[in-house]
């Protein structure tokens, strides 16, 4: 029996959308799913700690966030133009894949000059439009005479934090560090992978000191992740690729647990298509590195983890579909309606659900 997108809908109330995010990362709530028995527990998500053991493990995906909006003027016109980094293509020609906004104003050969915030009179960097990929999707070339690092450093100078569109106001100072995990690492995501921006310094070390381990793997969150699906069918849905690694060091925390039947836990979606792309003969973890496109739909049977951490999504996105994969579609879809009528948050600064 075919899976339809339509099993994965639900009405969700604007107002439990999150704006902002909890006043101290740890102290979200948590829905605690529990899978056997179908029981749910409203905790908060310190409290996330009381659910592990010595020798258990955490998977994290490490992928840190770049200031990817930025905005432009279109030479002549001077219209305001947003551009959206999508990926670098070629760091030596200073070529990228963009999305623009509105798309319809940009052709190819058009140049857009960018500004700092603090001066908008001083054109920086110069960017010309070269092909057109999608609808609003464009490939620009920068033109930028000095080494990499310094056009890295200007990127940063002209970019917004990439806040998901549903959150509707500017970037804040606060988002700059919230709207990243504190144990971001590898450059290169466009959205955070959210379920770990619940985790303080102060919980991952309490963690530590209860003799949880932690593995670190890649995953470099793309909007692919984000896009609506728009076929019943799922499995005619192609996911966008995104690139991934895991290394040696991982692989050894993660199968050793596995190895001792200890308790494997994903951190988020991204960390567990990150992993379920990396999946050796033997059904343990193996380094791998690459680009995924792996669509985790029901059924669906997981290699690696045996719980997970995430929060609350989008009806009817690959997020929740992933969700209801692994805890299972009635149990999920039951404990978001829970969650609705318990007001907790939804989306990238919303709430937490644990899945055991």
Known sequence: MRTKLSQFNFELPEELVAMYPSERRDESRLMVVHKESGKIEHKQFKDVLDYFEEGDAFIFNNTKVFPARMYGQKEKT?????????????????????????????????????????????????????????????????????????????????????????????????????????????LGAVAAPTAGLHFSRELLTRLEIKGITFADVTLHVGLGTFRSIDVEDLSKHKMDAEYFKILQEAVDVVNKAKAENRRVCGVGTTSMRTIESGVSATKNLKTAEGWTNLFVYPPFEFNIANSMITNFHLPKSSLVIMTCAFGGRDLIMDAYQEAIKEKYKFFSYGDAMLII
């Not at 959206?84 to 030596?92: A, P, V, Y």
């Not at 609003?136 to 930028?144: E, S």
């Not at 000095?146 to 988002?175: Q, S, W």
């Open 78 to 186: 001077g219209a305001k133009i947003e551009v959206f980094l999508l990926r670098e293509l070629n760091s030596d020609a200073r070529l990228w894949d963009v999305l623009v906004d509105p798309a319809r104003k940009i052709r190819v050969g058009n140049k857009l000059y960018f500004s700092p915030k603090e001066n908008p009179d001083e054109n920086i960097l110069v960017a010309e439009v070269v092909d057109n990929t999608t609808s609003r999707g464009r490939t620009i070339r920068f033109f930028y005479d000095g080494d990499d690092e310094e056009f890295r450093a200007v990127l940063k100078r002209l970019g917004n934090t990439p806040l998901p569109k549903y959150i509707d106001r500017e970037p804040e100072p606060l988002d700059a560090e919230r709207y990243q995990t504190v144990y971001a690492k590898e």
